[in-house]
């Protein structure tokens, strides 16, 4: 106490305007007391020693002033002062703090005058000024607001020259995403805040008919997205939006100027293989009517140059030779070129280079049956599936094959490939993909029986090998739980809960029954909300604590409905003696007066 005693009294014989006008110097001295003056100052207070206050500016900035060894110390949140000047707002803190004590005058009346400041006192004393004075106050605040400072000097190149200075939005841009430190996602807001001003002034340009500055400034801009890339974190995707908005912006720009295709051409090939980015990802299929018969064939050439250096790779060979990036935005590329061109033939080809995942053999599938082609697709299904061992498959590609095989009749192959995989793997999820089929073939009745009986032998086979084996080695057919699902997806809540009873189910599934069979049989229901309160408080955790008073409301409104209110207290009698030590759960039980 003491200290902070002797810290106050250091503020009131060090803190003086004489000192504030040594520090800040005249000029901006003079404009903190004007903030002062006109009311800019609000959430002033001192604790320890320490004034803090914040300053209504172009925003609201974060001052703090202190007295260490014998020396005034300050900080504020503006440019100014992270470069450790004593700024205007320090000033027109430090002029509040002086006049803390002095009274407020009264009106007329005998009431405290409402010093309060509004838009239209502002505005009043805006008006006011003289326009030289009102120039110098911009002036001084672009000393201290980039974005400001960034902003007037792009409305002055616009206005102010016949010719547009292209510098003037390059260097924003740059300045906009330049950090001395990795901008972490706290302060992603503000850093590209910052850099969509600058965007935004230049989609204002496209609007005033400057396309192809444009086209010039974006590419730029990308360029320096890209770098900026590398010292942020983007996991809010704003870098990415305005990356996307430049390439808007772009493309928009060049649909009005048209520039010459060759060299549009030129440029995007180049942005397109070297960017990590996806920077004009597919850009012959979005340039194409810009780039029109000579730019497309200019950019054809060129990426079927770089194509033929791509070796092709069959089923489970790997890529060898070091550049699979590169493999990836070439065969992009000729992607775009063929989507461009309409011709499935060679979108296939393009494709059918590298055949070693399953996968490319469903999309190339996929390619044919969305043409029309239904025994193409079908066909290179059957081969992706007969390519790979059982192990490497694509269940998609079974999928694919079985619908289409239902679509031609052929219900017996498709059935046989969905049971194969249902014994493979026994699960909930493929007894609904099983379901499905079946009812397309309109035979679900028996096969429903079938995967009914074949599900209750492998748990009891799993049961049978439980005493050689560790509880976590079970796997998920150590109880019940595939079936009561299967009953509660086929809404037979009965059935369901008659497996529960006889081969036991997850607790979340116990929790599923409990709250279905409330009305119907609240004993039992109650009898499950008791045992997850006891699984709960195994573990010592404020959220299983508040589960349990939850469950605990549940228990109560079931026994009152019951007709039985007065066998609660004894339960929650239960619940304090066993964990008495559990000091947070009993505050909250405590909190319902239980």
Known sequence: MARKKNQSAALES?????????????????????Y?????????????????????GTRLYKVQIWVEDDELNHECSCPLGEDAEFCKHCVAVGLAWLAKDKPTPLTKSGEKADNSIGEKDVRDFLMGKSKESLVEMLLEQCEEDERLNRRLLAMTARTGRDRLDLSVWKNALEEAASSDDFVDWRGMHDYSSGIHEVVDSVGELLHEGHAEAVIEITEHGLAVMERAMEQVDDSGGDMGMLMEQLQSLHLKACQKAMPEPVHLAERLFAWELRSGWDTFFHAAETYADVLGERGLAWYRKR??????????????????????????????????????SGDIEALVAVKSKDLSHPYTFLTIAEIYQKAGQEDRALEW????????????????????????????????????????????RVSFDMYKTLAEHAKLAKEWPTWRDKALAHIREQIAASRRQQ??????????????????????WEEDRDAAW???????????????????????????SVQIYREHIRHLLKHADNRNYEE?????????????????PGDFPAIVA??????RRKRNLMALLDRQKW
């Not at 060090?14 to 004007?34: C, D, K, P, V």
């Not at 349990?548 to 019951?562: D, F, H, N, Q, R």
């Not at 239960?574 to 964990?579: A, C, K």
Request: aromatic letters at 10%.
């Open 303 to 340: 990426t079927e140059e770089a194509w033929s250096t791509i070796q092709p790779l069959g089923p489970g060979e790997r890529d060898t030779d070091g550049y699979k990036s590169k493999r990836l935005r070439i065969t992009s590329m000729m992607e775009s070129l063929a989507k461009a």
């Open 548 to 564: 349990s008073v939850e469950y605990l409301a549940k228990i109560k409104k079931l026994l009152g409905a019951m007709g039985k």
């Open 36 to 56: 002062f003056e006109d009311g800019a100052v609000t959430r002033l207070q001192e604790s320890g020693g320490v004034i803090t206050g914040k300053v209504q």
């Open 467 to 488: 005493s050689d084996r560790r509880r976590w080695d079970y796997g998920p057919l150590y109880d019940h739980s595939i079936l009561v699902q299967a009953f509660l």
């Open 381 to 424: 299904a059957e081969r992706g599936w007969k390519a790979f061992p059982e192990k490497g498959r694509d269940a998609r590609l079974r999928e694919f094959i079985a619908h289409a095989c239902h679509r031609r009749g052929r219900h017996d192959e498709a059935m046989a490939m969905t049971w194969s995989a249902f014994t493979e």
């Open 498 to 524: 008659n497996e529960a009873r006889a081969g036991g189910c997850s607790g979340s599934l116990w929790l599923e029954l409990a709250g279905l069979r409330e009305k119907t049989d609240p004993y039992n």
């Open 574 to 579: 239960d619940v304090r003696n066993e964990h």
């Open 14 to 34: 060090i803190l003086t305007t004489a000192a504030m006008l040594e520090l800040a110097g005249n000029r901006y001295y003079w404009r903190g007391n004007e």
